[in-house]
């Protein structure tokens, strides 16, 4: 009997698709890390010095973070059973709410498995068809995704421009604003004080995703709210991650009583999936807790930050207008990204080069990220790698895969 040629098979086409991306240097790989988050970490075995984790505190390895998960385990056991709503909810995820709610300053807030399945869940239970959406343009995917998924009309405004927002709002209006607190590729600010009042007078919600800002900036780490000195009121939803600068796993959404009662009721991906790990919350109250109380941490970055930025200027290196963690250095194209980040892991330092579509075209970058665990000799090695580098930033030609 003949095998039938396959036109229609499923995976017909796939290798093209991946050949495609490796030429326009857009393969992406995965490291296989031998140990814990930290500055020295270990990677395929290697010894690497690392600027590339969003362990901002350097808690996701502090050893009483540790403990509270083992005693978590040992009194919740593992796993959470169920879906919130069913039997998973524990007392240890109400605890942390509470002191979610509590830290931020709201009334309550709501644990999500993750910080991409809780923008879904908000945007998706806010806004629907004939409903539009705006956001900055250089938003984290999943609040673009969670427009999506909501079958608004999307609409995206200059990044972190509050007159270009306006306009679009003069328009035709929205249901809903989106904006990161802290650009995670570009690690600037949201221009929340301009923001806030345009989204009160338009009537729409504003839905800040404070990721990187959480932990990291404002009194005792409350994020960027905080940090503009503003208190945010029941039109503004804050979501924050807890994988990032608290070191655990997870996120949430605080706001009003009838915001997080309407999520519970309406956020799919609240509803529809299994409450996490009650021991990971456990996790989470102790590093909230030193995350809040210990102000050193913070004052590490301000010093780490500030003093990378003078080396980096002195060395005329492409450094991009952050005040946080995250500090790119602009590339351009994939090409030069791959080379500069190549370049640093020959000499043993390990620094993500960040190419589109996580970035626009034209703009691939190296994201270095600095965690309060850095030691001033680490900066060092670091500022030393790329000024050999930037002495070689010509030899982008025979690229291979990365
Ligand atoms: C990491 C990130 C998320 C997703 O959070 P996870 O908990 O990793 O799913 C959402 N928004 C921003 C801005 C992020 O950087």
Not at 65 to 80: C, D, K, N, P, Y
Not at 124 to 132: E, N, V
Not at 209 to 222: E, I, N, W
């Amino acid at each position: 009997m003949e095998t039938p040629t396959a036109p229609n098979r499923p995976d017909a086409g796939l290798r093209e698709q991946l050949d495609q991306l490796a030429a326009a240097q857009r393969y992406r790989r995965r490291r296989v890390q031998d140990g814990p988050q930290q500055p020295k970490a270990v990677l395929d075995g290697r010894p690497m010095l690392s600027f590339c984790s969003n362990d901002y505190l350097g808690l996701a390895n502090h050893p009483e973070v540790i403990r509270a998960l083992q005693r978590g385990a040992e009194t919740w056991g593992v796993g959470s059973g169920s879906a919130h709503l069913v039997n998973g909810h524990s007392r240890a995820h109400h605890a942390l709410e509470e002191a979610l709610a509590a830290f931020t300053g709201r009334p309550r807030a709501l644990l999500f498995s993750t910080g991409y399945m809780a923008n879904l869940g908000v945007i998706s239970a806010l806004a629907g068809r004939g409903d539009k959406v705006l956001q900055d343009r250089l938003n984290h995917a999943s609040l673009l995704d969670g427009a999506q998924l909501s079958r608004a009309n999307l609409r995206r405004y200059p990044h972190a421009d509050a007159a270009g927002l306006e306009r679009q709002l003069n328009d035709s209006g929205a249901r809903l604003i989106a904006t990161d607190g802290v650009f995670s590729m570009d690690g600037d600010l949201a221009p929340l004080p301009e923001l806030i009042p345009i989204a009160r007078r338009a009537g729409a919600w504003l839905l800040v995703d404070d990721a990187h800002g959480l932990g990291v900036l404002g009194r005792g780490g409350r994020g960027t709210f905080d940090h503009f000195g503003l208190t945010p009121d029941d039109d503004c939803i804050l979501m924050g991650t807890l994988g990032k600068a608290l070191g655990t796993f997870g996120a949430f959404v605080a706001g009003s009583e009838e915001l997080i009662e309407t999520l519970i009721q309406r956020a799919r991906s609240y509803v529809f999936t299994t409450a996490s790990p009650p021991a990971v919350a456990e996790a989470t109250r102790a590093s909230l807790a030193i995350a809040e109380r210990e102000d050193w941490r913070r004052e590490r970055l301000q010093t780490l930050i500030a003093r990378f930025r003078h080396g980096a200027e002195q060395l005329g290196l492409p450094i991009m207008d952050s005040p946080t963690p995250i500090q790119p250095l602009m590339a351009g194209s994939e090409a030069q990204a791959l080379a500069w980040s190549r370049a640093l892991e020959e000499a043993g330092i390990l620094v993500g080069a960040i190419r589109p579509p996580t970035v626009p075209e034209g703009t691939a970058r190296l994201r270095i990220t600095f965690s309060a665990t850095h030691r001033d000799e680490d900066l060092d090695r670091l500022l030393e790698a790329l000024d050999r580098l930037s002495l070689s930033t010509q030899s982008t030609k025979d690229d291979h895969l990365d």
